[in-house]
Nanobody, 120 residues
Framework: QVQLVESGGVLVQTGGSLRLSCAASGFFSSYATGWFRQAPGKEREFVGA????????YYADSVKGRFTISRDNAKNTVYLQMNSLKPEDAAVYYCAQGTNLDYPYKYDTWGQGTQVTVSS
């Protein structure tokens, strides 16, 4: 079974950049990986996803043009590059492994999350 561990969350200033990592153990590269976030008092929301091959990416409108997802299957790692960060991007960010091959993806394995704080 795949296990996912997110890292890279820190305090960053508005307008700054940050790269999160999602490291996987186990069989990883065949399936999509998604990024989600949850702010205090809010529901978890979809941020974006990348196909197993890395050839396709999908983004929420709120992050499109600012966030980029990539993956290195040789390292079993998926990245979330976040640029032009806004206070509303502050949240716990989670990665998740997809269970199906076609978008929209379903997810069954989640990491523990990493905290991103954006100071205004």
């Amino acid at each position: 079974q795949v296990q996912l561990v997110e890292s890279g969350g820190v305090l960053v200033q508005t307008g700054g950049s940050l790269r999160l990592s999602c490291a996987a153990s186990g069989f990883f590269s065949s399936y999509a990986t998604g990024w989600f976030r949850q702010a205090p008092g809010k529901e978890r929301e979809f941020v974006g996803a990348i196909s197993g091959s890395g050839g396709k990416t999908y983004y929420a409108d709120s992050v499109k043009g600012r966030f980029t997802i990539s993956r290195d299957n040789a390292k079993n790692t998926v990245y979330l590059q976040m640029n032009s960060l806004k206070p509303e991007d502050a949240a716990v960010y989670y990665c998740a492994q997809g269970t199906n091959l076609d978008y929209p993806y379903k997810y069954d394995t989640w990491g523990q999350g990493t905290q991103v704080t954006v100071s205004s």
